[in-house]
Structure formats: structure tokens, C-alpha cells
């Protein structure tokens, strides 16, 4: 089975500063894996995703992540976050055979002015 | 890019009534659509995977009584909550993939059941 450890489940930075989320994945075969930002009542918006291409995946919103297989760490990080970067994100991974994506439990992002 | 839709956004029902939620791909033919249910301040748990034309998979432990899953268009997937309780609010959370193997997936706007 697949799953995704999110360490840490509320984040503060400083507007400005660098923005870390942490993820590691569990996978018997080579994962794609997801990282999702999501605001208060609203839906999953995608912020970048790794399907074995390039190891250094960047997104939206400056957004960037690396896939390190030698750690199975997915994290996320952003050089300098904003306000309006404060949200939930979730890591995902999705399983051999199937597009059905698994969750971490989730990283509240609050970013201090 | 893809956009899915859920509607409705909001609702409030009766214990005991039933409750449908509609997902629909705007813009892509959706083979298979995803349902997921997300608890205050928790991540999402998968509930079925709902396939065009065919009965959905439901999770272990997710009544497939309870959570009727009709997907009767490439464009419409329904989920039914049949006699809600208060213990099925929550907030449901529809996702679609069109054809294609890199696994993404596009996901709607949430809908939030209260049950009273």
C-alpha cells in the first residue's frame, strides 16, 4: 500500500520568509506524488506533481519541490511566502494501477506579517 | 484548465432525508470520477471510485447503501447520501480524471452537508 507522512500539522512563517512543508512517501514502486493547496470551503487546487520525469517539480504560485528517493521525502517549499499563501496543503500519492489519490493528514500554513 | 463542478455547495437537510450531490467535468469526459469525504480539519478519505457505465468501488468500510454512487455520463457522477444522520455531515468532495495515466486529477468546489 501507498501512503504520504506529513510532519507537522500547523506551519508559522513570516511573510517573506521560507516556506517548508514536509512529506514522505511509502512505496513499494516508483510514486507519483501530488502536493494540493486548499482554502476554507473550497475544493483541491494542484500546486505541482512528480510523475518520474524531472526530480525538481516547480508549480504555481513559485511553489517548487523535490523527489529524493534516497530519503522518500516530497517536500515542498517556497523562497519567500506571502499572505495570501495561508491555507491547508496536503500531499497526495497516487496508488499502482489506479488515479484514486491517497492524503496526508494535512499542513495549515500561517504566515505572519 | 479542467473544471469540475459540484453543486450543491451548501446543504442543510432533515435527519433521515436523503441528499443528492452532483459532479460534473465541464470541459472533459470524465471515464472515472472520484468521491472523497473530508472531516473538520482532517485530510481526505477516499470514498469510491465511480466508473462510467459500471457499479462504483467503494472503500473498505463506506456503506455502498448508504452512499448511492450513480456515474451515468462521461460529464455526471451522483452521490446520494440515503437517510442522513447528523454523523454523515461533512464535507464531500468530487474528483475527476479524463483519459490519460499521469494521475492527475481536477477537483471540485466541496459541497458541505449539515444534517440536523
Known amino acids: 500500500a501507498q501512503s504520504v507522512t506529513q510532519l507537522g500539522s500547523h506551519v508559522s512563517v513570516s511573510e517573506g520568509a521560507l516556506v517548508l512543508l514536509r512529506c514522505n512517501y511509502s512505496?513499494?514502486?516508483?510514486?507519483?506524488l501530488f502536493w494540493y493547496v486548499q482554502y476554507p470551503n473550497q475544493g483541491l487546487q494542484l500546486l505541482l506533481k512528480y510523475t518520474s520525469a524531472a526530480t525538481l517539480v516547480k508549480g504555481i504560485n513559485g511553489f517548487e519541490a523535490e523527489f529524493k528517493k534516497s530519503e522518500t521525502s516530497f517536500h515542498l517549499t517556497k523562497p519567500s511566502a506571502h499572505m495570501s499563501d495561508a491555507a491547508e496543503y496536503f500531499c497526495?500519492?497516487?496508488?499502482?494501477?489506479?488515479?484514486?489519490?491517497?492524503f496526508g493528514s494535512g499542513t495549515r500554513l500561517q504566515v505572519q506579517p | 484548465g479542467a473544471v469540475v463542478s459540484q453543486h450543491p455547495s451548501w446543504v442543510i437537510c432533515k435527519s433521515g432525508t436523503s441528499v443528492k450531490i452532483e459532479c460534473r467535468s465541464l470541459d472533459f469526459q470524465a471515464t472515472t470520477m472520484f468521491w472523497y469525504r473530508q472531516f473538520p480539519k482532517q485530510s481526505l478519505m477516499l470514498m469510491a471510485t465511480?466508473?462510467?457505465?459500471?457499479?462504483?468501488?467503494?472503500e473498505q468500510g463506506v456503506e455502498k447503501d448508504k452512499f448511492l454512487i450513480n456515474h451515468a455520463s462521461l460529464t455526471l457522477s451522483t452521490l446520494t447520501v440515503t437517510s442522513a444522520h447528523p454523523e454523515d455531515s461533512s464535507f464531500y468532495i468530487c474528483s475527476a480524471g479524463g483519459q490519460g495515466g499521469t494521475g492527475e486529477l481536477f477537483f471540485g468546489e466541496g459541497s458541505r452537508l449539515t444534517v440536523l
Open positions: 465511480s466508473n462510467e457505465g459500471s457499479k462504483a468501488t467503494y
Open positions: 512505496s513499494s514502486v516508483p510514486p507519483y
Open positions: 497526495a500519492v497516487s496508488r499502482t494501477g489506479r488515479r484514486a489519490l491517497t
